[in-house]
């Protein structure tokens, strides 16, 4: 098998063309099992079926925030931070920070980069 990342088409998994790359993603293998099953970079096998004509597949939605952002901006205003949020609700640190700001919430100075005395 080529090393992941590598261009090689020496091993392409069965797949003779570019073409039979597009009519598996079509099918819904995902650019992930291709690259996967290639050898090659998810990059790099994005960049192949584009370049190959593939109409890709639009980005999964985020999905509803389970807590509602009135109650994360309360919390956030109350004193918590963004990484206590994110850490208490189960969500990612960027996703927190991205929800107070659209709620347009001002963000607190980051302390994370202050280093302790």
Request: glycine share 6%.
């Amino acid at each position: 098998m080529a090393e992941r990342g590598r261009h090689d088409d020496s091993e392409n998994a069965g797949f003779e063309r570019d073409s039979d790359l597009v009519r598996a993603y079509e099918r819904g293998t995902s650019i992930g099992e291709l690259a996967e099953r290639t050898g090659l970079s998810y990059t790099w096998m994005r960049r192949r079926l584009i370049n190959a004509g593939a109409e890709l597949r639009p980005r999964p939605v985020a999905k509803a925030c389970p807590v509602p952002i009135e109650q994360l901006a309360d919390e956030y205003r109350a004193g918590a931070s963004i990484l206590q949020l994110a850490k208490t609700h189960g969500l990612y640190y960027k996703r927190v920070r991205e929800l107070l700001l659209d709620h347009e919430v001002p963000l607190r100075p980051s302390t994370r980069a202050i280093p302790e005395t």
